[in-house]
């Protein structure tokens, strides 16, 4: 699995497959937020998603859940 920074994720998606398929935030102009702040916003390349599903696929083939993490 490829990670890039910190990964965020909700409580209640504690037990989802996580996949990154962006870095940063697109919009990054909240006020009141700072979770992106340092992190350009770029979309993954498709292969290395296609990479991640595989993988993903291999560890849980019975998963119901994938949680896109990033902005």
Same mark, same amino acid.
């Given at each position: 699995?490829? $990670?890039?920074?910190?990964v $965020?994720r +909700? +409580?209640? =998606? ?6 990154? #398929?962006? !870095?940063?935030?697109?919009?990054d ?6 979770? $992106?702040?340092? #992190?350009?916003?770029?979309v993954? +390349? *498709?292969?290395q998603?296609?990479?991640?599903? =595989? ?5 849980? +083939?019975?998963?119901?859940? *994938? $949680?896109? !993490?990033?902005?």
């Amino acid at each position: 699995m490829h $990670y890039t920074g910190t990964v $965020y994720r +909700p +409580p209640a =998606e504690a037990k989802t497959l996580l996949l990154q #398929v962006t !870095v940063g935030c697109s919009h990054d102009r909240c006020a009141f937020c700072t979770m $992106y702040k340092d #992190v350009s916003f770029r979309v993954e +390349p *498709i292969e290395q998603i296609e990479e991640d599903l =595989e993988e993903l696929r291999s560890l849980r +083939p019975n998963a119901e859940r *994938i $949680y896109l !993490v990033s902005g």
